[in-house]
C-alpha cells in the first residue's frame, strides 16, 4: 500500500487542452489546494507521457518518481493521500 505524502511532493501533471479527463484531474488538484506543474502533451511533452507510461493517453500524474494513470484512478490518489 502506499503510504501518504508529505505537502513536500513534487507533483506534476501531463496534460492537454481538449481532455475532460485532465480538467478532471486539474479541479481536484485546486480544490486540495496542492502545487503542481503542468505539461502540455499536446505539445513537446508527448515523447515524455509515451516514456513514463508506454502509452499515448493523458492524463498523467506523477508524485515525485511515481506514475499514475486513468483519471479515476489518479483523483481517488490524491484524495487518499491528500484529502
Known sequence: ??????GEARITLYTGDYCPYCR???????RLNLPYEEVYADGDGREEVIRLSGH?????LTIDDEVLVDSSYIIRELRGRFG
Do not use: N
Open 1 to 6: 500500500m502506499i503510504q501518504p505524502q508529505t
Open 24 to 30: 478532471r484531474v486539474k479541479k481536484e488538484l485546486d
Open 56 to 60: 499515448r493517453a493523458i492524463p498523467i
